[in-house]
C-alpha cells in the first residue's frame, strides 16, 4: 500500500516467508522483520544507492529497526508459528517524516496481511494484533511546537522528536533530540502531548484504510490540510 | 513518472548531477548512466534486498548496463557539457519485460528532463536527442511468436529476445537467447518484425505522454488490451 | 581513559585529526565523530568481530551515531577550524549500559583533548565546551523503576530508556522503548525523574576525574554500591 | 586448455565438484555454471585485480552469465546427476573476441571434462552433448563487416555483435550493439552471414582440438591468417 | 589477561565455542584460532577502524594466522573433542612488538582456559598442552643487534626478526626481513642467540602470571628494565 | 612470462603505472608492488575465486605481500621518480612452491621490465637493481632435509621453510615453521645451507631466461631432474 502524508510517500508492503531467523529457531515463535530504503530520486538532490555503495547505512539500519521493533509491540508472534513477517518501507518521495510515515502506513499493510492469514486459517491465534500503532514527528521550530513537519522545518528544528503510541494511549517508543541545542524537561511534555494528538488522527485514517479493499492508498489525515 | 505494462510498474527517474565520471573528465562532454533494481516486494514470492546483501547481482548490473548504453544512442553528450544525467529505473511491480518498460519509460524521463535543461539554458543544443528510443521483448511460447510476454509466459518461453528500436526504423541493440533449447535463422527474422511493430505503437504512447504535463502516468499502450 | 561502571568497562579516547569530511569543507567548521566497538570477549557469549565479518552491525552504528550526536550538544565546532575530533569507545568488558557509560566516559577523554589543544594554542576560543554530557540508562523491572541496570535485570526489563543530559538540567537525547510491552506516559514521567538525578551523580565524578591527570580512570559514583 | 585466436589467449578449464546450488537441489539434475575473468596484465593498460576491489564487475559478471547459459544449450544436465560442472575461462592476453573466444574454447574443456566422465562410467548417459557450440564476434569497422576484430578495430567498431551457434545451423544467442551509431535491419542480415561461416570454420578447428590428447593447444582457424 | 612490555599493551582472551570450522567437521579433533587486532587510538597516530573500512588487512590477517599456528603447536587438539578455542589479541597500545607480545599473553590465557576446562572435567586428557610458547622480536639498530624493540627504533631497523619458541628449546616458527638491505648468516645466528636468550627470561614471567589467581596482568621481564 | 618448476607453473608479469600510492607522494620515490593470486583450477580440487567471494584471504595477501617486499630488496626506488612497478603473480597450476617460484620469476619479470625502461630513457638511474633474487622451499620430510617439496611432500612436511636470497649470498627473509611440530636449531642450519645451495642454482637459470628475448618461458633448473 501507498502511504501519502503531504510530500512524503512511502511504499508499505507486508510479505511473509516461511522459516525464523537461526537464533530464533526451534521456538515455536515467528518474527517481524522491516526493512526501510530511500529510492536515489526521492530526495531533492538524488542521492547514491545503497546497493551500489555495497553497504547499508547506519541512518538506513537505524529506521529499519525502529520499524521492526515498533511493529513487533503490536502483534503475538507466537500465533504466527516459525514463519516471518518482512515489512518493506520504500520511500518513493522524501519531505521529512518518512519514518514515522513508514511505521503508520507498515501497521496498516501489517493488519491486512494479518487478516490475509487468519482468513486462510494460517494462524494459530485468529487476532494476534492485539492495538494499533502509529507514529508521528514533532519538532520545535522558531521556538513553537509544530506537528509532523516537512523538510524545509525540519531541517532548521532546534527539537526533533518521534513518538510511536498505540490506540490505548500508551506509549511505544520516544526518541528526541535536541539539534545543535539541548532542550527543557516541560519542551518535552509539551511535543508529547502534541504527538498523541497527532497519533489519534492517525488512528482513525488508519481505520478509513482497512475498510478498503486491499492495496489501497491511505487518505491524507484532515491535520496536514 | 511511473510506467505501467500490464502488472508492470516501473518507476523512472531523470536526475542531473554536476560533474561526470573520472576516466572522462576534462573530455567536454557529459554522461549518462542508468541504474535498474527491483523493490523486494515487486515479485511474488519476495526477493532479498541487494543492499543488505551487499552487493548488485549479475542480473541487475546487467539490465542496468542496457538501458544505459540504449539511451545513450539517442543523445548528443556533448551537449550537456560536463554533467551527468543518472536515470534511475526503480521496479515496483513485476510480471515480465520490466527492462524493455524501463527503457521505454527512461526515454520519457530523459526528454521531460532534457525539454526542462534547455527551457533553464543549460544546453549547449537546444535539442540534444536524435531520435526517440523504445524496447519491446518478444518471444516463442508454445511455437508462437508473441509480443510482450508476462511472466507466466515468459518462464515457459523457448527463445527470449529484446529489441531496442528508434522511430527512424533503426535497431539499437538485439539479445536473443533460446531457453533450453536452438532456435533457426528463420524465428530470428519472426520475431524481428513483431519487435518492431510492437516500439511503433510504444513511440505512439511515448508522445503522448510527452504532451502531457510533467510527471505523467505513461498510458498502456492499445497492444495491450 | 577508561571508564568502569559496575562490570561494564569501557576504553574512551580522543584522537584530533586534520581536515572534515568531505560535505563539511570549507566551512571553517570542525567536527566531531564517535565510533563504538565491543571486542569479542567482552560479551559472556563470544561475539564475532565485526571486521571479520565485512561490516558494522546496525546496533554498532547506531550507538556511534547517537554518541557523536550527544557530544556534539556540548561543543562549539567553529573554534576547532576545520579538524576532526575522533572518539573511540571500545567496550572491554559488558554488563549493561555500555552505551551511556561510553558517553559518559567520551565526555571527559574530549575535556582533556580540548585542554591539550587549548594548552597548545590551536583553538580558535580557548573554551569551546558550553556543558557537561553524561547519560545513564534507566529501566522498569519487575515493575519498579531502576537506574543503571546490570545486564542481567536489562534482559528482562519491560521498559528501556537512555537519557542523555548536561549539568545545566537540560536534555540532550531521550530514547525510551518499551520492551514486548508498552508503557503509560506517567511511567515516562518516573523515569525520568530517575535518570536526571542519576546524571547528577555523574557530574559529580566527571568533575574528580577531570582533576586527576590524565589519563585516569574514572571512579565509580556512589549510586553504583 | 589454452585457446589462441590472434593476440587474445583464454585458458579455459572444466572441473566437476559434487553438489548443485541450493535452489537446485534434490531436483536430480546436475549444473553447469562459467566464471570469466581477466588477468591484471592481460590489456596493454594493466587493469586492478577485482578480488583486490572486492567485487566482480558488471562487464564480468555478464559474460560469465553468458558463457555458462551458451553451453548449457549443448548438454542434457540430467546426465550429471546433482553435480555441478565449472567453467573457468581465464583470459590471460586480450585482444578482443574474449567473450567468443572463451565459449567456443570452453566447450572442447567441456567436451573433454565429459568424455573423462563417461569413460569413468560416472554418466547416467555417456553422451549428454547434443551439439557443438562456438561463438564469434563480428562487427562492422569503415561500413564494412568484419569478423573477429581485434582490439584496434573494435574499439572503433560502429555495430559490434556476438553470436554464439551449434554445428547444426541454429542459433543459440545474438546480442548486437550499435557503439554510438544505431544500424538498419540489413545490416544485421549481413552480420549473420557472416557470423554463422566463421562458426563452420570454428567447429573445424574444435573438431581437431579434441581428436588431441588433453590438455591441448586449439589451433587457430585458417580464418586468421 | 592484559600483557604489558614497556608501551605495549595487549589484551589477550581465550574463549571456548562449541563446533569446529567446516572443513574439520567429524574428525572428533578440536581447533584453536586467533584474531588480532588494533584498537584505533592504540598507535600515536590514530588508524582507521577495519571494521569500518569493511575489510581486514594483510597485515592483521598475517599476524593472526601467526598467532594461532603458534598456539597450535603446543596443544593436542584431540583432547577438546569438536571445539574451538578462539584466541583475541587486542593491541590497547602499540610501541613496537605487538605480535610478539600477543603470542607471549595468548600462551597465558590459553593456559588458564585449558586449567579452566581440565577442571570442569571437559578435556578429554587433563594436560593437552605439551610445552610453554612464547616469542620476542629481535633487530639490527645502527648494526647493532637489540632485542625487544620499541616502535622507535623498530621503524629504523636494518633487520627484523620474530621468533617463536618453546620451554623445550626447540624453535615454533621464525621470521626474519631484512628493511631496505640484506643480511648475511653470520647476523641471523646472533639474532638467534639473542631471541632464545630473551624467551628464556619470558617463560620465568609467564610462570609467575600463570601462579596468579586469574585474570591477571603479566609482570614485565627484567630484560625491559 | 610464465615460471615452470616441475608441475608448478606461476604467470609473472611487471607493469609499470603512473604514480605512487598516497602515503608516498611528493617524496620524489618511486613504489614496487606485487599482487599474487591462484587461478581457481591451479589445484587439484578447484578452489574458489577470490573476486567472487568478495575478499582476499589471509594467505594470499600474506603471499603478496612477501613478493613486493623481496623484490623491494633489490631496486633503487628513487631511478623509477614517482612510478609504480606492478609485478602480477599468477598461479595457474599448483603443485608445491608456488611462493618460491613466484619471486624467482618477478625477479626475471622486473629485471625485464627495468631493461625496456632504461633503454626508453625513464630511469635516472639506468642500473637501479642492485642484486639478483631468487627464493627456494624447503622441509624436513620424514626426517630428512629436502629442496623445493612438490605438493605431496609438502603437506606432510614436519618443518617448511622459505627462504629469498641474493646472488651476493646474503639473505633477504626467512621464514620457517614447524608443521604440529617444533624443531631444534641444528634443523634450521641444514635447511639453511640446502636453500642456500638451492638459489645458486636459481640465478644460473635467471641469467640464461634474460639473456633470451622477452618474454620467455624460464627454463627448469638441474636440480629438479
Not at 510479505?15 to 526493512?35: C, I, K, M, N, Q
Not at 547505512?57 to 500465533?79: F, K, M, N, P, V
Not at 535536541?178 to 504527538?195: C, V
Request: net charge negative; glycine share 10%; hydrophobic share 40%.
Amino acid at each position: 500500500m501507498l502511504v501519502e502524508f503531504g510530500q512524503t510517500r512511502v511504499m508499505c508492503t507486508a510479505s511473509v516467508t516461511e522459516g525464523v531467523p537461526p537464533w530464533r529457531r526451534d521456538s515455536g515463535l515467528g518474527w517481524l522483520t522491516a526493512e526501510y530504503a530511500m529510492l536515489p530520486a526521492a530526495t531533492h538532490t538524488r542521492s547514491g544507492r545503497e546497493s551500489v555503495k555495497g553497504k547499508v547505512g547506519g541512518r538506513t539500519q537505524e529506521i529499519s529497526r525502529l520499524i521492526g521493533r515498533s511493529l513487533r509491540a503490536c502483534i503475538d508472534l507466537a500465533a504466527l508459528g516459525e514463519n516471518t513477517i518482512a515489512l518493506d518501507c520504500d520511500v518513493l518521495q522524501a519531505d521529512g517524516g518518512t519514518r514515522t510515515a513508514a511505521i503508520t502506513g507498515a501497521y496498516v499493510a501489517l493488519s491486512d496481511a494479518v487478516t490475509y492469514l487468519a482468513a486462510a486459517g494460517k494462524l494459530a491465534d485468529p487476532q494476534p494484533i492485539s492495538c494499533m500503532i502509529a507514529a508521528v514527528s514533532v519538532g520545535v521550530v522558531d521556538g513553537r511546537v509544530r506537528l509532523d513537519l516537512p523538510y524545509e522545518e525540519d531541517s532548521r528544528a532546534e527539537v526533533d522528536m518521534n513518538v510511536v503510541a498505540t490506540d490505548t494511549g500508551t506509549l511505544v517508543e520516544i526518541q528526541g533530540t535536541g539539534e545543535g541545542a539541548t532542550f527543557p524537561r516541560s519542551t518535552l511534555d509539551k511535543l508529547l502531548d502534541s504527538a498523541l494528538a497527532g497519533c489519534e488522527q492517525l488512528f482513525a485514517v488508519q481505520k478509513e484504510a482497512l475498510a478498503l479493499p486491499y492495496p489501497g492508498v491511505l487518505p491524507e489525515p484532515a491535520a496536514k490540510k
